[in-house]
């Protein structure tokens, strides 16, 4: 019976719902993440009787036809790039973009990845890099003697050096952003990498040119809504167990059918 198949294949569907839901929750404090949501699409259709043929000599026709589907598949799970609450920390190496933009970081093997996380530090040599070492694009350096550094709007790096009475620029960040964010490829740490569906990083300063603006001793939370959350989990868990009926029901009728025979 092809509804075993179509209510199972509802239910696969259904359990990876739960599944990107769940990550969503997981990450609800998670610096810069953007939630995820899955998007379905229904599966080929057994034609029986085709809408529009003819039904008769005289040339009358279906108006509709008859159609079996069987079943969903997983479309996509795009992550929604929609802003998420800035929070203060008091830290002066962490930085919150308010809008367009992702900062730039240098990995390790030489890729260019791409966050929201503006949780920075200093490392040993005093360069600027986010919480586990990379390097943040441009490369910045805060020197050990450096005060008061402060991070403008528009990304300038200032301190004040030794004794000195002006503040020197150490640098200046720069955001990149793409023509799909959401087909940016995620591979964890609060970083996403270019693909083709994304398309070519585009850079530029800070409140320039439609990109984001910094602030300076915030972070940007993750946009993940709790009580959103907990109703999409909630009608998951309802469409899961439909599809487990539909099974319950369709083995009963299998079983009545046998015990005829």
Request: charged share 15%; hydrophobic share 40%.
């Amino acid at each position: 019976m092809q509804a075993l198949y179509i209510a199972a294949s509802g239910m696969m569907a259904q359990e990876l719902n739960v599944e990107v839901i769940s990550n969503n929750i997981a990450n609800m404090r998670t610096t810069g993440f953007k939630r995820q949501r899955a998007e379905f699409q229904d599966l080929l259709y057994q034609i029986i009787r085709r809408a529009g043929s003819e039904t008769s000599d005289s040339g009358t026709q279906l108006p509709s036809g008859v159609e079996i589907g069987s079943g969903v598949k997983t479309g996509a799970t795009p992550r929604m790039m929609s802003q998420g609450n800035v929070e203060p920390t008091g830290k002066n190496l962490d930085v919150a973009i308010r809008g367009e933009g992702l900062f730039i970081i240098q990995l390790p093997d030489g890729r260019t990845a791409y966050t929201r996380d503006g949780a920075f530090q200093r490392d040993a040599t005093g360069q600027l890099v986010t919480i586990e070492g990379y390097q943040v694009q441009p490369g910045i350096i805060v020197p050990d003697n450096a005060r008061d550094v402060s991070i403008s709007a528009s990304g300038v790096v200032e301190a004040f050096l030794d004794n000195a009475p002006a503040a020197t620029q150490l640098g200046q960040l720069q955001l990149a952003r793409f023509a799909n964010p959401a087909g940016l490829e995620g591979i964890g740490d609060n970083l996403f990498v270019e693909t083709s569906a994304s398309g070519t990083a585009q850079a530029g300063t800070p409140a320039a040119d439609s990109f984001g603006n910094l602030l300076q001793g915030h972070l940007e939370l993750s946009n993940v809504n709790a009580v959103t959350e907990i109703a999409d989990l909630i009608a998951a868990q309802r469409a899961y167990e439909m599809n487990a009926r539909v099974i319950s029901g369709a083995d009963e009728m299998l079983s009545a059918t046998s015990q005829l025979t």
